[in-house]
């Protein structure tokens, strides 16, 4: 008698669906040793349809490097709630119990692939080589030292060869933010392809774009302390003071007086507290502390 083979199937450790009961275990737990993608999609969702496919092949050829978790954000709206799922499909990448990087929207294979190259490399892998990333990286190196100018050429250069690649874009876009020309940055924004457009690292430029519009108009840090202290009640003068703060580079800071804002009267001029912590979540990395901190804070704040 043949002998039946019950052992599971090879996708079943890399690629997996999840609920609210199993998240902690299935995400938070097993990112611990490896980094795991969570795919939030729904069935209603026709973007989710497409891109699910595609990640998931994305994750087997990366040979048990990453792995997978399907979350249905209908029957974990709890979950949804807390990581501020607003739209689906919305990628996360958890490593470490934290996210590290994420998308929203249906992508491009090729910039799925990037995606879970980034991801596999945050966890401590190697993804196979890739000339134009290690050109991204050189550019943000520049850029990180302050040769903005070579930064940009650079970016430039990489679009040359790839115009989607939405790291370059988005790397140049923040290199004439540092050179100060604004104009000129949210003119590449505007021009990056409609298959980018909503790709992590340009909403993130947009973010940034946004904040550095603000730091033009922002006041002095001192004055606005001083009526903030007076009057902690002056909402439009703390509001002030945490644009001021990030101008002059405090990000922490200026999430704090937000929050303390937002605990005031989150419904302030249209929720403007809230909509400034998302700004300002949206221009830095997933991953900074500043991010996963805020976030948590707001998070018990709604949810309280």
Same mark, same amino acid.
């Given at each position: ?9 090879? %996708? ?26 969570? %795919? ?10 497409? *891109? ?14 990453? =792995? ?7 029957? /974990? ?15 996360? /990448? ?6 590290? %990087?994420?998308?929203?929207? &249906? *992508? ?18 190697? &993804?196979?080589? %890739? ?16 040769? /903005? ?76 302390? &001083? ?56 221009? *830095? =990395? ?19």
């Amino acid at each position: 008698m043949e002998e039946l083979n019950l052992s599971p199937a090879p %996708d079943a450790d890399l690629i997996k669906d999840s609920s609210e009961a199993t998240f902690m275990a299935d995400v938070v737990e097993a990112s611990q040793g490896v980094p795991v993608i969570v %795919d939030f999609w729904a069935p209603w969702c026709g973007p989710c349809k497409t *891109l699910g496919p595609l990640l998931e092949d994305a994750v087997r050829a990366a040979k048990g490097a990453v =792995k997978m978790v399907k979350v249905n954000v209908d029957e /974990a709206q709890n979950i949804a709630g807390q990581l501020q799922i607003q739209s689906i499909p919305t990628v996360y /990448a958890f490593y470490n119990g934290q996210p590290v %990087d994420g998308f929203q929207g &249906a *992508l491009p294979q090729s910039e799925i692939k990037a995606f879970v190259d980034r991801v596999v490399k945050a966890g401590g892998g190697e &993804a196979p080589g %890739d000339t134009l990333s290690d050109a991204v990286d050189a550019a943000e190196e520049m850029l990180t030292e302050g040769a /903005a100018a070579d930064a940009a050429q650079t970016f430039a250069a990489i679009l040359g060869e790839d115009e989607k690649h939405a790291g370059a874009y988005g790397g140049m876009v923040r290199a004439y933010i540092a050179m100060g020309e604004l104009d000129q940055a949210e003119a590449i924004l505007n021009g990056a392809p409609i298959e980018i457009s909503q790709a992590p690292v340009l909403e993130a430029a947009h973010a940034q774009l946004e904040l550095a519009r603000q730091a033009a108009d922002a006041g002095p840090v001192s004055e606005l302390q &001083a009526a903030v202290e007076a009057d902690p009640q002056d909402h439009q003068a703390r509001f002030d003071l945490a644009q001021a703060l990030y101008a002059h580079g405090d990000a922490e800071a200026a999430v704090t007086q937000l929050l303390e804002l937002f605990r005031q009267d989150r419904e302030w001029n249209d929720g403007a507290a809230k909509t400034q912590l998302f700004t300002i979540f949206d221009a *830095l =990395k997933p991953n900074d502390p500043v991010v996963l901190h805020g976030r948590r804070k707001l998070s018990s704040m709604i949810f309280a």
